[in-house]
């Protein structure tokens, strides 16, 4: 399926990262941001609204529950792996 062309003036074509059936894949992908990235800093600004503007601070379960997780990606992170 052929993608129509866009009308000269269109709002898409002021915007730099807006991909194009011309452009190369390269340049659809360098403007986006990285997803982990954004996760990180979404579950960062999360936190600080719970704790400045809710009041919410983490008990001794909160922590122990993260400091669960934690030891369970640094066990993902770093098993040793066979170079099959």
Avoid: H, K
């Avoid at 866009?6 to 074509?13: I, L, M, Q, Y």
């Avoid at 990180?40 to 379960?61: H, I, Q, T």
Wanted: hydrophobic share 40%; aromatic share 6%.
């Amino acid at each position: 399926m052929a993608r129509t062309p866009r009308p000269v003036g269109s709002p898409a074509e002021s915007l730099p990262w807006a991909p194009t059936a011309s452009s190369p894949p390269s340049s659809r992908t360098q403007l986006r941001p990285d997803p982990r990235r954004v996760r990180r800093d979404l579950r960062r600004r999360s936190l600080a609204w719970e704790m400045l503007v809710d009041g919410f601070r983490p008990d001794r379960w909160d922590l122990a529950g993260a400091a669960i997780c934690l030891v369970g990606v640094v066990m993902i992170m770093y098993a040793p792996r066979n170079a099959a």
